[in-house]
């Protein structure tokens, strides 16, 4: 018996040591073959026909047999109607269409790598008469992140493509930068919008590290190369040089924002707070009260709408990758199960 128990935690052993050493080499294959293949895909989905149909499948569900027969027989009429006025055109007419994106921003503003792809899509297929929406969704982050989401947003101004932001939840300080190049921006009622201004919050470590005896050295060439420390001792000389460096920020915010909305009272806008978008209409921050489903069914009803999305594929290794994780996940999982009950 004792053979056999010393036998078994051996194998048990030698088992997870070789599954170690596959999940070790699915890894680096993983990352191999993603450091070769960091491609995405673009994706465009008819919203205006997904809405057809929905409305299709809810009268069928909803009418009685004579009256959907009705629906349908006004429907063919219709499309028979759309046809022949087409026909009669000396030259084909192209319909306008409108294009939606989604910007989800984090405080980095990764996401504008993905919005750069769907503004590049969208400017080379656009036709005159074409515009976009935008759907901002972000509490603001790093300057030069939602720098470069506002400028890929300009990018649609410069092509002449009339450009909507919508705002549902929150467009503040980056977010609202981003918000503030459109032609038109709506809001829902109780959006927040605004929050024109810059922060900066810097822990020191200093007086706890001198309490427990610790040195810290830090050398730089040019007197401001580092104003303030984490863990040196700030100076007064310092902090001026930061405060000054965020106003400047903040001068450079509202330069940028007065080049899109001249007629804004940045005196009364610009100080860091945050309106409502009930209250923001009143101030100017945006121009119509209303959510992105309201602007994107009321265009579905006149011109084809159409969502743009660039998304990163899922290549073979990271699925193995994903699979192996979830199983040896399993198998761990198992033996601490097994190990606690022979405890």
Not at 93 to 114: L, M, N, Q, T
Not at 259 to 287: N, S
Request: some cysteine.
């Amino acid at each position: 018996m004792e053979f056999l128990y010393e036998y078994g935690l051996f194998f048990a052993k030698a088992i997870t040591v070789v599954l170690s050493i596959i999940a070790v080499v699915i890894v680096v294959l993983a990352s191999a073959v993603k450091q070769k293949s960091e491609k995405g895909e673009l994706r465009m989905t008819n919203v205006s026909e997904e809405l057809k149909t929905l409305k299709h499948d809810l009268k069928e569900e909803l009418l009685s047999k004579k009256q959907f027969k009705a629906y349908e027989k006004q429907l063919k009429a219709e499309e028979k109607a759309k046809e022949k006025a087409q026909k009669n055109q000396k030259e084909e007419v192209i319909e306008p269409r409108v294009f939606v994106v989604d910007f989800k921003g984090s405080i980095d503003a990764s996401e504008v790598a993905s919005l750069r792809e769907e503004i590049s899509a969208i400017i080379a297929i656009a036709e005159s008469g074409d515009e976009v929406i935008v759907n901002v969704e972000s509490g603001g982050g790093m300057v030069h992140g939602y720098g470069l989401a506002s400028s890929q947003l300009d990018r649609l101004r410069q092509a002449k493509l009339p450009l909507t932001i919508c705002v549902d939840k929150v467009a503040a300080s980056g977010g609202y930068m981003m918000a503030c190049v459109a032609n038109k921006i709506y809001a829902a009622p109780f959006a927040i919008v605004g929050s024109i201004g810059v922060v900066a919050q810097v822990p020191n470590f200093n007086r706890l590290m001198k309490k427990h005896d610790i040195d810290y050295e830090q050398h730089t060439a040019g007197d401001f190369k580092r104003t303030l420390t984490l863990f040196g001792e700030n100076t007064d000389e310092g902090r001026a040089k930061f405060q000054e460096e965020l106003e400047e920020t903040h001068k450079l915010f509202k330069s940028f924002i007065a080049q899109y909305r001249p007629e804004l009272d940045l005196g009364k806008v610009a100080t860091g707070e945050h309106w409502y978008g009930q209250q923001a209409i009143d101030l100017g921050l945006i121009d119509e009260i209303a959510t992105s489903d309201d602007v994107v069914m009321k265009l579905a009803l006149e011109r084809t709408v159409i969502k743009v999305r660039y998304q990163l594929k899922k290549n073979f290794a990271d699925k193995i990758a994903h699979g192996a994780s979830l199983s040896f996940n399993a198998i761990f999982n198992k033996m601490a199960e097994k190990n606690q009950s022979l405890n």
